[in-house]
């Protein structure tokens, strides 16, 4: 039974962690979208990375993964 119970959480953690991938990889693609934009737009596209790396770092936090730094234009 507890192995099934590891198994479980493993499968939760890697999941976790592809999503984490996932967001981090969309916030940068966006970073590097705004720097081709007028400012009033570029400034959207970089909260809207910032708010996708908080939500990847609150999944790092909530699921035990390793914590990565946030992107300095973050901060």
Same mark, same amino acid.
């Given at each position: 039974m507890d192995t099934a119970r590891h198994t479980t959480q493993d499968a939760t953690e890697a999941a976790a962690s592809r999503e984490v *991938?996932? $967001? /981090?990889? /969309?916030a940068t693609s966006l970073r590097h979208q705004a720097d081709a934009l007028d400012d009033? $737009? *570029?400034v959207t596209y970089r909260r809207r990375a910032s =708010? +996708? =790396?908080? !939500?990847?770092?609150? +999944? =790092?936090v909530q699921f035990g +993964? %390793?914590? %990565? !730094?946030?992107h300095p234009s973050a901060a």
């Open positions: *991938a996932g $967001l /981090r990889s /969309r009033v $737009l *570029a =708010e +996708l =790396e908080m !939500e990847a770092w609150i +999944l =790092e +993964l %390793t914590v %990565t !730094e946030a």
